[in-house]
Antibody, heavy 121, light 109 residues
Framework: EVQLLQSGGGLVQPGGSMRLSCSAS????????MTWVRQAPGKGLEWVSI????????YSADSVRGRFTISRDNSKNTTHLQLNALRVEDTAIYYC??????????????WGLGTLVTVSS | QSVLTQPPSVSAAPGQKVTISCSGSSSNIAKNYVSWYQQFPKTAPKLLIYEDSKRPPGIPDRFSGSRSGTSAALDITGLQTEDEADYYCASWDTSFSVRFGGGTKLTVL
């Protein structure tokens, strides 16, 4: 059974930092790209970032590029999202999700339960 | 503003058919496959359709997808009350990013 266990999140002040983690089990983690998607309160889904299976390539949305960094540790079946220079508008539930392929056939097969990040003074 | 455009809401009676559209551009849907996700309140999204029209295991064949040009569509036939949820389309973009639609709220009357 695929499981994505998310940790991190909580309340942080504007300008602050936070690290989100996603621990995977039940599948060959090192063969999958991993994605972070967020959802602001009452809003739709917004893609945040993706890291390829090898970890050699990452891509991020314009809204977070230069502030958020995605990484992974295939020896620990874990992916992280480092959030820096946080803004009020970054307040959202952050989901990690599996991506068996990147590029044209992109999809997210399995999703974590999500973790709430609240940016407020 | 989402790059992929979906109607904010659709509705239909139980047993009827509903279509949710997803409009993109030459940099996403025209060149790349579309996936669809179903999300119930306060839960994580779930993959419903991938590569335009394929269903993951366990997804009923009442759900079907298609793509043509810069648009895609999700059809749900034989509507059931438990289909009431939010639906999102998504597609890879040539800018090395992923575009999601703004989401469509389905109401089963």
């Amino acid at each position: 059974e695929v499981q994505l266990l998310q940790s991190g999140g909580g309340l942080v002040q504007p300008g602050g930092s936070m690290r989100l983690s996603c621990s995977a089990s039940g599948f060959a983690f090192s063969n999958y790209a991993m994605t972070w998607v967020r959802q602001a309160p009452g809003k739709g889904l917004e893609w945040v970032s993706i890291i390829t299976a090898s970890g050699l390539s990452t891509y991020s949305a314009d809204s977070v590029r230069g502030r958020f960094t995605i990484s992974r540790d295939n020896s620990k079946n874990t992916t992280h999202l480092q959030l820096n220079a946080l803004r009020v508008e970054d307040t959202a539930i952050y989901y990690c999700a599996t991506s068996p392929v990147t590029g044209s056939r992109y999809r997210n097969d399995f999703w974590g339960l999500g973790t709430l990040v609240t940016v407020s003074s | 503003q989402s790059v992929l455009t979906q109607p904010p809401s659709v509705s239909a009676a139980p047993g009827q058919k509903v279509t949710i559209s997803c409009s993109g551009s030459s940099s996403n849907i025209a060149k790349n496959y579309v996936s669809w996700y179903q999300q119930f309140p306060k839960t994580a999204p779930k993959l419903l359709i991938y590569e335009d029209s394929k269903r993951p295991p366990g997804i009923p064949d009442r759900f079907s997808g298609s793509r043509s040009g810069t648009s895609a569509a999700l059809d749900i036939t034989g509507l059931q009350t438990e289909d009431e949820a939010d639906y999102y389309c998504a597609s890879w973009d040539t800018s090395f990013s992923v575009r999601f639609g703004g989401g469509t709220k389905l109401t089963v009357l």
